[in-house]
C-alpha cells in the first residue's frame, strides 16, 4: 500500500487567495483526519470523517476554512481566503474503525 | 515579528543506552494511546501503541507503559540508536466513541555519539 498520499508537498500562495489540500487514505480505512502542525501549537485536529461524513470540525479555526470528503478515496481542505497565520504542516491521517492511524506526508503551507 | 515556538523538551542519551521518554496525558476517559516518531520533514510515523485495559505493552526495542492512575504514559526504547534521533509525541483517544487522537507537545531525542 502507498500509504495516505497529500498534495502538494508545498503550497506559497498570496493572502487572500484560495488553498486546495487534497488527501487520499489507505485503500480501506474508513476514518480520516484533517491535522495542522505548527511550533506554536503543535499538532492540532482540524476535522475528521467516519464513512465520509463529517463527525467533529470543532478544531477549524473558522469559517474560512472548509474540508469535504466526495468519497471514500479522496478528501479535500479548503482555505479561502487564505491569511498569513495559516502558514502551517497540514497533515492527513486515516485509520480503520479507530485503529491503525497513519499519516501522510503532509504539505507545507506558506501564505505571503 | 519574531515568532516564538514551543519549546520542546529535549532528552539527550548515548547511544547504546536505553531512553526513557515521559508523556502526562488529561483525559481519564482515553482508552487508546499511541506513540509515534516524527523525523525532520515527516510525518509522524506510529512506533506502538496501547489500550486501556492494559498497562504494558513491548515491540521490537520499544516498550509502552501505562500507568492510568497518574494518568502517564511512557516509551522506552532500548538500545538507542542514531536512526533514533526524532520528536515523539505521544496521543491519546478521547473515548466515548470520539475518534480524533489530541496530541501532546513532542519530545526531542538527541543521540550522542
Known amino acids: 500500500d502507498a500509504g495516505v498520499i497529500q498534495s502538494p508537498r508545498h503550497e506559497v500562495t498570496e493572502m487572500g487567495q484560495e488553498v486546495t489540500l487534497r488527501c487520499k487514505p489507505i485503500?480501506?480505512?474508513?476514518?480520516l483526519f484533517w491535522y495542522r502542525q505548527t511550533m506554536m501549537r503543535g499538532l492540532e485536529l482540524l476535522i475528521y470523517?467516519?464513512?465520509?461524513?463529517?463527525?467533529?470540525d470543532s478544531g477549524m479555526p473558522e469559517d474560512r476554512f472548509s474540508a469535504k470528503m466526495p468519497n471514500a478515496s479522496f478528501s479535500t481542505l479548503k482555505i479561502q481566503p487564505s491569511e498569513p497565520r495559516d502558514s502551517a504542516v497540514y497533515f492527513c491521517?486515516?485509520?480503520?474503525?479507530?485503529?491503525?492511524?497513519?499519516f501522510g506526508s503532509g504539505t507545507r503551507l506558506t501564505v505571503v | 515579528g519574531e515568532s516564538v515556538g514551543l519549546h520542546l523538551p529535549t532528552l539527550s542519551v548515548q547511544e547504546g543506552d536505553n531512553s526513557i521518554i515521559n508523556c502526562a496525558y488529561s483525559?481519564?476517559?482515553?482508552?487508546?494511546f499511541i506513540w509515534y516518531k516524527q523525523e525532520s520533514g515527516k510525518g509522524p510515523q506510529f512506533i506502538i501503541d496501547i489500550r486501556s485495559n492494559m498497562d504494558k505493552r513491548q515491540g521490537q526495542r520499544v516498550t509502552v507503559l501505562l500507568n492510568k492512575t497518574v494518568k502517564h504514559l511512557s516509551l522506552q526504547i532500548a538500545a538507542t540508536q542514531p536512526g533514533d534521533s526524532a520528536v515523539y509525541f505521544c496521543?491519546?483517544?478521547?473515548?466515548?466513541?470520539?475518534?480524533?487522537?489530541?496530541f501532546g507537545k513532542g519530545t526531542h531525542l538527541i543521540i550522542q555519539p
Open positions: 483525559n481519564s476517559a482515553s482508552d487508546y
Open positions: 470523517f467516519n464513512n465520509n461524513v463529517p463527525i467533529d
Open positions: 485503500s480501506g480505512h474508513n476514518s
Open positions: 496521543a491519546e483517544r478521547g473515548g466515548g466513541g470520539a475518534d480524533g487522537l489530541t
Open positions: 491521517a486515516s485509520s480503520l474503525t479507530g485503529v491503525g492511524y497513519t
